[in-house]
T-cell receptor, first 109, second 112 residues
C-alpha cells in the first residue's frame, strides 16, 4: 500500500518565524489533504490539494504529484498555529485516506 | 463544508459498560468513517460506510460495531468497555464533489 512520511516530526519556533512541513508519498494519488489538529483534538481542514498550489492567508501548500511530495508553508507563525499537522493521501477507487504520522509544531511567544 | 456532530464530547465510564458514540452529519454525504486516535498520534481507521446498510471494518482491529440505518447517522457501539479502549474517537464524512474528508469534534473516552 501507499506509504506516507512527514518531516520533521517535531518543530519548535519563535512567534513570527516561517516554516515548511513536508509530506512524501510512495505512489500516485488522486487525493491529498492537509489538516491541523488543535490542542483540543479538533481536526481542521487546511487544504485539499492533490496537485498544484493553493494559498489561504498565512498558509500555502504545493503538491508536486509527479515527484510524490507536498509542502505546507506557514508564514509569520502565531501561537495559535501550534498543534499537529497531518498529511493524508488517497486514491479515488477506495475513498479512504492513508495518514502520515504528523508534524508536531510548537510556536513560542 | 460538512457539519458533523459527535456526542458526547467527553465520557468517563467503568469497565464492562456498554456505550454508544453518536455521529451525525447534515450534508447527505454517503461515505462516513470512524477513526481511533491516541493524543497527537496517527489516525487509525476502525470502521467505514459507503451508504445505508453498508458497513466495513477498517485497518485497525476494533471490538466496536457500527450501524448505518440512515444516511445522516453512523453510531459506534462498544458492548463491553475496557481500559484499552481509552482513546479519542473521530467521525468523518466525505464530500462527493472532491472526495474531501471533514471531521467532527471527536469523543474523548476514558474507561476506568
Amino acid at each position: 500500500g501507499i506509504q506516507v512520511e512527514q518531516s520533521p516530526p517535531d518543530l519548535i519556533l519563535q512567534e513570527g518565524a516561517n516554516s515548511t512541513l513536508r509530506c512524501n508519498f510512495s505512489d500516485s494519488v488522486n487525493n491529498l489533504q492537509w489538516f491541523h489538529q488543535n490542542p483540543w483534538g479538533q481536526l481542521i481542514n487546511l487544504f485539499y490539494i492533490p496537485s498544484g498550489t493553493k494559498q489561504n492567508g498565512r498558509l500555502s501548500a504545493t503538491t508536486v504529484a509527479t515527484e510524490r511530495y507536498s509542502l505546507l508553508y506557514i508564514s509569520s507563525s502565531q501561537t495559535t498555529d501550534s498543534g499537529v499537522y497531518f498529511c493524508a493521501v488517497g486514491e479515488d477507487s477506495n475513498y479512504q485516506l492513508i495518514w502520515g504520522a504528523g508534524t508536531k509544531l510548537i510556536i513560542k511567544p | 463544508e460538512a457539519d458533523i456532530y459527535q456526542t458526547p464530547r467527553y465520557l468517563v465510564i467503568g469497565t464492562g459498560k456498554k456505550i454508544t458514540l453518536e455521529c451525525s452529519q447534515t450534508m447527505g454525504h454517503d461515505k462516513m468513517y470512524w477513526y481511533q486516535q491516541d493524543p497527537g498520534m496517527e489516525l487509525h481507521l476502525i470502521h467505514y460506510s459507503y451508504g445505508v446498510n453498508s458497513t466495513e471494518k477498517g485497518d485497525l482491529s476494533s471490538e466496536s460495531t457500527v450501524s448505518r440505518i440512515r444516511t445522516e447517522h453512523f453510531p459506534l457501539t462498544l458492548e463491553s468497555a475496557r481500559p484499552s479502549h481509552t482513546s479519542q474517537y473521530l467521525c468523518a464524512s466525505t464530500s462527493p464533489l472532491y472526495n474531501e474528508q471533514f471531521f467532527g469534534p471527536g469523543t474523548r473516552l476514558t474507561v476506568l
